[in-house]
């Protein structure tokens, strides 16, 4: 042989327990990540299983097994954690039924004594669960398009090795085996393994990384209460020009504080989120909207119109209006009054068109509250 196999086993198992502690590390700090968990809990098991096969120096049938049933039932759970991972679901039951259709035909195939077939089967059958665990890369590319594909070439290149250990062992006809097997595919096997594990694990960890720090980053444009993005996300270039068309919504919920004071800030933060759900449910997936602090808030439209942006405007201040909040002191009528300004031909800055739409959402109070008034360009210019 090329390569002494017994070393190559050891160098898997060794990359596998480093990879195994470094996924367990790095759940510890994010439990919420439960699929860092089921991986290093199905790589443990291929550790175990490693050690068993390592630890009996003859060739034993019943052994043999109780290393193939470790080994399944360690990619089954690599393959259940990949679902996690790129799905983002948990799904016991293909993740039982993949695994049950690989353990099974194997334990039959040791029972009844042909242990070259049950070997044979229990490799395809870790063919099976590495070639879905590509598939889940494979659909979840968009995500991060090299990273994802990579990984899904390495299980494609994982599992063909597995699937040669079990048909190299078919076509020479080794129904039966008297000892373990040694041939090229099982080099081949043992190689892939190593540079397949190590090499997805790796890219995973990064693939996590990067959601991590656009979580964060996410989190830290959000407005918690609402889900809206908040002041820093919406203004974050005040001076930059504003596109042709473009409109800025911005609203005050009338009398909020008195809100607050008599029913209180749970009933006050239940309104505010309320008013969050009116505002998505009026615009487009293009537009943005966010929560500027307390009770005020903006929606900037693109491509809009002084009379689209207008009916927008009075669909959320009529909306609010016709929404009832019951609560043990009593209902809750709230309004809201907005200001509105609306680029035209005139070049104008973000900075301008907010003055220009509190402005208007100043007069919009004067007038009365719970009303809708537009900003005239040219009056303000």
């Known amino acids: 042989m090329l390569l002494d196999q017994h070393s190559l086993f050891i160098a898997i198992?060794?990359?596998?327990?480093?990879?195994?502690?470094?996924?367990?590390?790095?759940?510890?700090?994010?439990?919420?990540?439960?699929?860092?968990?089921?991986?290093?809990?199905?790589?443990?098991?291929?550790?175990?299983?490693?050690?068993?096969?390592?630890?009996?120096?003859?060739?034993?049938?019943?052994?043999q097994l109780v290393t193939f049933t470790l080994l399944i039932l360690g990619f089954g759970l690599i393959y259940r954690g990949t679902i996690q991972f790129c799905a983002h679901r948990s799904s016991w039951t293909v993740t039982i039924a993949a695994t049950a259709l690989g353990l099974v035909p194997t334990v039959i195939a040791f029972a009844t004594g042909y242990t070259g077939i049950g070997t044979a089967l229990a490799n395809f059958a870790i063919a099976l669960l590495t070639t879905l665990a590509a598939h889940q890369y494979w659909e979840s590319r968009s995500e991060a398009p090299l990273l994802m594909v990579t990984n899904a070439l390495l299980y494609l290149m994982t599992a063909a090795s597995f699937a040669a250990c079990g048909y190299v062992l078919l076509a020479n006809g080794q129904y039966v085996l008297t000892?373990?097997?040694?041939?090229?595919?099982?080099?081949?096997?043992?190689?892939?393994?190593?540079?397949?594990?190590?090499?997805?694990?790796?890219?995973?960890?990064?693939?996590?990384?990067?959601?991590?720090?656009?979580?964060?980053?996410?989190?830290?444009?959000?407005?918690?209460?609402?889900?809206?993005?908040?002041?820093?996300?919406?203004?974050?270039?005040?001076?930059?020009?504003?596109?042709?068309?473009?409109a800025i919504l911005l609203m005050d919920l009338d009398h909020f504080k008195t809100i607050n004071d008599r029913f209180g800030h749970a009933a006050g933060d239940r309104v505010l989120r309320v008013f969050a759900e009116v505002i998505f449910s009026n615009i487009r997936a293009q537009d943005v909207a966010a929560r500027l602090g307390g009770e005020e808030f903006c929606i900037m439209l693109s491509s809009s119109s002084p009379k689209a942006a207008s009916a927008v405007a009075e669909r959320v201040r009529s909306t609010l209006e016709g929404l009832t909040f019951q609560t043990p002191e009593g209902i809750i009528r709230a309004t809201v009054s907005i200001g509105v300004a609306i680029r035209s031909t005139e070049p104008e800055t973000l900075q301008a068109m907010l003055n220009r739409a509190d402005a208007a959402l100043y007069r919009a109070k004067a007038d009365g509250r719970n009303r809708v008034h537009i900003s005239d360009f040219h009056l303000a210019a």
Not at 203 to 231: C, F, M, V, W, Y
């Open 13 to 63: 198992g060794v990359s596998c327990t480093a990879l195994a502690f470094t996924l367990l590390a790095t759940w510890i700090v994010a439990r919420s990540e439960t699929y860092l968990l089921t991986w290093s809990t199905g790589l443990t098991l291929t550790v175990l299983a490693l050690l068993f096969y390592l630890g009996i120096e003859r060739y034993d049938a019943n052994y």
């Open 179 to 246: 000892e373990r097997p040694s041939n090229w595919a099982e080099e081949f096997n043992s190689l892939m393994v190593i540079v397949g594990l190590t090499g997805i694990g790796a890219l995973s960890l990064t693939i996590n990384q990067i959601r991590t720090t656009n979580r964060h980053k996410s989190e830290a444009l959000t407005d918690p209460l609402t889900g809206l993005l908040n002041r820093r996300a919406l203004f974050d270039d005040t001076a930059r020009a504003v596109p042709q068309n473009t």
